[in-house]
Nanobody, 118 residues
């Protein structure tokens, strides 16, 4: 069974920062380093969107809206994917999820809620 557990969300003021973590476990993720991993987000009432991804070799890709403000990284030894988010905006209020890229439906976790508000 594959499990992805996101954490690190919370309430932050506009312009603030948060660091999200995703821990991967399960038999498939014993070869975690073989997967491109990604962060996605789903704002209230909107569709889920890709925020950032990181390949097995560490190459990163970002949505245009977060370039220069968000940084994705991975720790293969710990089976973890991180997302450092700076200069957050109110419109980035969303539930943030991690998954492989492309995403696998069965891997979606509960996500972690990020609320950007004053």
């Amino acid at each position: 069974q594959v499990q992805l557990v996101e954490s690190g969300g919370g309430l932050v003021q506009p312009g603030g920062s948060l660091r999200l973590s995703c821990a991967a476990s399960g038999s498939i993720f014993s070869i975690f380093r073989a997967y491109t991993m990604a962060w996605y987000r789903q704002p209230p009432g909107k569709q889920r969107e890709l925020v950032a991804s990181i390949t097995t070799s560490g190459r990163t890709n970002y949505a245009d809206s977060v370039k220069g403000r968000f940084t994705i990284s991975r720790d293969n030894a710990k089976n973890m994917v991180l997302l450092q988010m700076n200069s957050l905006k109110p419109e980035e209020t969303a539930v943030y999820y991690c998954n492989t890229a492309p995403a696998v439906r069965e891997y979606w976790g509960q996500g972690t809620l990020v609320t950007v508000s004053s």
